[in-house]
């Protein structure tokens, strides 16, 4: 996922491209770079990390009119200077969104170009300089693109000695933005509302032709397309919400996505996991590290890798851990896991690890964060920019992607074999039909939301999974909520339960279904209002007010599918309190201290 910005006009262009570019960071931001015309030639600057890096190494009133921008999420080479965009082949400049599929073969067939980059950007730049040199007419060759092209694409062009701005579409969001003074291109809204609120939408295979005071769009045959100018009625904000209400919800939306961004490449096939994988077999014991929903997801891990994996694992707070005793084993890896990848006592775990000479691996979101480039092996989620302070689609990554080290575990122990990829597969799909009907959900939250004391009950993998559900009810909805050991309440805190507290226990595994059930048993004989979250019809009917359904998958697929129902259950409950979803009050998403 990366960000493109273009302007053409009357009007100077830095500054508006790197604006609209700020407003685009949400779709990647480990590199930026812009290209721009000046006295006819194209200047390309670009810079690893954030766009504020660029934005201090340009000069925002240079004397330009016509330039394209790009923000960066890495798919193919990594995050560096070079592999930045914008591309220049011969005489033509792009910005790139998307994957092109086919690159090594078209870099075989264009064996004529030399290569700077990784990027298969790269290639597309070189394969529209030679078919430009073959007849100047860039109308007739954006029409023919796409029979040389695989794979998704959003691309601003440049030519040369042309005063025009070029953009095609395929697969990756591309619109048209138009003002008085001049005319844009971008990947979202976003990046134009500080100018104008009237765009173009521009559907697959559909491209334009962008001059100083006029845009011609071409539809998919190549005719001149009369589009519907369309108006954009809210802020910035709002359009990066993509119409949903909270950035929260969005991102809960987004998991399907994501979560097979993350798995597809370790599950395509058994040599590819392997490779990947490759050295985490030699490992005794492993010690996974994080904070907050980042040490939840350790203990999933734990009870995954464990029963799949037989390695023993630990898991630990950060903030203890740094300033504990440690006894390590010969081969003791140290796991690291992060969302922000800048997490103080997190970074500080890692940097400690290193100087006690031990093994790093680290499982983070942001490329090119202080953990990534610290950590001896990094695993990166591809959960894109998480917005909302409460992590959602980065907590379910983060679990797929230990259920990935276990799964790699379990295979080369032979307790596990690759027909359980199918299952993988299916997952998107799983969750967007959950998605798809959140009546459950919300009829749980409207039960509880008045409440001030909630407890989550859960054994093994399914108690690690409350302890996440706990603190996602709790962060954004300010309700007081517990997670305990479904066999734990009894000894002592099972005091706290009179009629009506909600108690929401996860059942999900088999081996301890009838315990968790007794201990549910339990709670309902002193009043509390039970909802279970399971994969199995429960036959007694005596033991819940409200059940909640989820498919049955093997626990290395489908743990994920309880927490997308307790992600909900806590977004509507802090809807229904009317609470600051986004935001709740005293946290930070990015905890930079200790
Ligand atoms: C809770 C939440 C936090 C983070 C924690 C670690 O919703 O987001 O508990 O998980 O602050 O942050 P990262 O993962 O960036 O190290």
């Known amino acids: 996922m990366c960000g493109i910005v273009g302007y053409i006009g009357k009007e100077k262009c830095i500054s508006k491209i790197i604006s609209g570019l700020e407003s685009l960071e949400y779709r990647g931001y480990d590199s930026a770079g812009i290209a721009y015309v000046k ?4 200047i390309i600057k670009k810079e690893q990390g ?43 400049t792009v910005v790139h969104n998307g994957i092109i599929e086919n690159y090594e073969s078209l870099k075989k067939e264009l064996s004529e170009y030399e290569w700077v980059s990784e990027t298969d950007s790269e290639v597309v730049a070189a394969l529209i300089d030679k078919l430009y040199r073959e007849d100047n007419d860039m109308v007739k060759l954006l029409s023919k693109l796409k029979d040389y092209l695989v794979g998704s694409y959003a691309l601003g062009i440049i030519i040369d000695g042309d005063d025009k701005l070029y953009a095609i579409r395929k697969d990756s969001p591309l619109i048209i933005g138009v003002s008085e003074n001049g005319n844009f291109i971008a990947s979202d809204v976003p990046a134009i509302l500080e100018y104008t609120n009237l765009y173009y939408l521009i559907l697959n295979d559909e491209y334009a032709v962008l001059s100083r005071d006029d845009v011609v769009i071409y539809d998919k045959d190549g005719n001149i397309s009369t589009k519907n100018l369309l108006t954009f009625e809210g802020n910035r904000e709002a359009a990066m919400k993509n119409g949903y209400e909270h950035f929260m919800l969005k991102e809960i939306y987004e998991q399907p996505k994501v979560i097979m961004d993350t798995i597809k490449e370790y599950i395509s096939d058994l040599d590819t996991l392997k490779e990947k994988m490759s050295g985490l077999e030699k490992y005794e014991e492993i010690d ?24 023993r ?23 690291v896991i992060s969302q922000s990848g800048e997490t103080a006592d997190t970074l ?3 940097r400690k690890a290193k100087e006690d000479g031990i093994d790093t691996l680290a499982i983070v979101n942001v490329v090119g964060s202080s953990i990534a480039r610290e950590a001896d092996r990094v695993l990166y989620i591809k959960a894109g920019v998480e917005i909302a302070v409460a992590t959602t689609k980065a907590y379910s990554c983060q679990l797929m992607m230990l259920s990935m080290i276990a799964l790699y575990l379990g295979i080369i122990n032979g307790m596990l074999n690759e027909s359980i990829f199918e299952e993988y597969k299916k997952l998107d799909k799983i969750i ?14 409207e039960i509880i939301y008045k409440n001030k004391d909630i407890f989550f009950l859960g054994r093994k993998l399914d108690y690690a999974l409350s302890m996440e559900a706990s603190l996602k009810l709790k962060e954004v909805s300010y309700l007081h909520s517990e997670a305990y050991a479904a066999g734990e309440l009894k000894h002592g805190t099972i005091s706290l339960i009179e009629t009506g507290t909600p108690v929401i226990s996860l059942i999900t595994e088999d081996d301890i279904r009838l315990k968790t059930l007794s201990n549910v048993k339990e709670v309902c004989a002193r009043g509390a209002l039970s909802v279970i979250i399971t994969n199995e019809e429960v036959l007694d009917k005596e033991v819940y007010d409200k059940l909640i359904l989820i498919p049955k998958l093997h626990d290395l697929v489908g743990s994920v599918l309880v927490i997308i129902k307790c992600q909900l259950i806590a977004y509507y409950v802090a809807k229904l309190n009317g609470c600051d979803i986004d935001k709740p009050r005293n946290l930070a998403k990015s905890v930079t201290v200790e």
């Open 432 to 445: 967007t039909d959950i998605l798809n009907d959140t009546s459950d959900t919300k009829s749980v939250a």
């Open 50 to 92: 954030r766009i504020a890096n660029l934005k201090e190494n340009i000069n925002l009133e240079e004397e330009s009119y016509m330039g394209i921008g790009h923000t960066r999420w890495a798919t193919h080479g990594k995050p560096c200077q070079i592999n930045s965009h914008p591309h220049k082949v011969g005489k033509v």
């Open 348 to 350: 500080a775990v890692l």
């Open 313 to 335: 694992v630990n898991v630990d707070i950060a903030s203890e851990y740094r300033y504990s005793d440690h006894i390590y084993k010969k081969n003791h890896l140290i796991l």
């Open 39 to 42: 006295n006819n030639t194209v």
């Open 288 to 311: 996974i590290v994080g904070c907050g929903s980042a040490y939840h997801v350790g203990l999933v891990g734990k009870s995954l890798i464990e029963k799949y994996g037989h390695v």
